[in-house]
């Protein structure tokens, strides 16, 4: 069955250094998606990205995030200036709505973030 | 008003009890809404897709009450493997946001 891979499971930074996050997509699905959920908290949409580019981003994205799909297969987030609020974990999600309703999205294994 | 909103639980049920998770939205131009487990620190993963006639999936019955914004999931026979985290999740029109309640954790003891 195919699924949303994400690298590295567990990811420990400074605070202030950057971290890249990444994810490999469902290959036939079109949009893509990173949420976050602070531990004991509810899942945050991030940002949406179609077509190569941004759709959607939500309050928490500001300029210290970026997304890249810098080739056909890999999807990925940037911070660049880890804070310790940034601490999470970090989930890609990737969706093929073929504009019809219910089209479901799915997730990957996530990438817990810990900034010290 | 919150976008999603669920029972705030933790429900605690004995083994074979049906259990009814509730869910209201606040968009009315929602269209997609689904039911999803999260285990603990695990990665959301989908259970069940919404639609406005119900459905029903083995033990798990789905419903959709759009012009009262409510969404019902019950399960019947519970089983502890059962036991997890239950989010209700609505589309956020007019693009392909998803938005998701706060969870409600079910334990079914044994």
């Known amino acids: 069955e195919p699924e949303v891979t994400q690298t590295p499971s567990h990811q420990v930074t400074q605070m202030g250094q950057e971290v890249i996050l990444r994810c490999v997509p469902i290959?036939?699905?079109?949009?893509f998606y990173w949420y976050r959920q602070i531990l004991g908290q509810k899942v945050e949409f991030l940002v949406s990205f179609y077509n190569n580019e941004i759709s959607e981003k939500s309050e928490i994205f500001d300029d210290q995030f970026s997304v890249e799909r810098p080739d056909g297969s890999n999807f990925t987030l940037k911070i660049r200036s880890t804070k310790l609020e940034d601490s999470a974990m970090y989930f890609c999600?990737?969706?093929?709505?073929?504009?019809?309703?219910?089209?479901?999205?799915?997730f990957g294994q996530g990438t817990r973030l810990t900034v010290v | 008003r919150k976008e999603v909103e669920q029972d705030p639980g933790p429900f605690n049920v004995p083994e074979g009890a049906t259990v009814a998770f509730n869910c209201t939205y606040s968009?009315?131009?929602?269209?997609?809404f689904f039911w999803y487990r999260q285990d603990c620190r695990k990665e959301p993963k989908l259970l069940m897709s919404?639609?406005?006639s119900g459905n029903e999936d083995g033990r798990f019955t789905a419903q959709l009450n759009k012009a009262s914004q409510y969404v019902s999931l019950l399960i019947r026979d519970s089983q502890p493997s059962d036991s997890a985290t239950y989010l209700c999740?609505?589309?956020?029109?007019?693009?392909?946001?998803?938005?998701f309640g706060p969870g409600t954790r079910l334990s079914v003891l044994p």
């Open positions: 919404v639609y406005s």
């Open positions: 968009n009315s131009a929602s269209q997609s």
């Open positions: 999600a990737s969706s093929d709505p073929l504009d019809r309703p219910n089209t479901e999205a799915f």
């Open positions: 999740v609505v589309n956020k029109p007019p693009g392909q946001n998803f938005v």
């Open positions: 290959s036939n699905h079109l949009y």
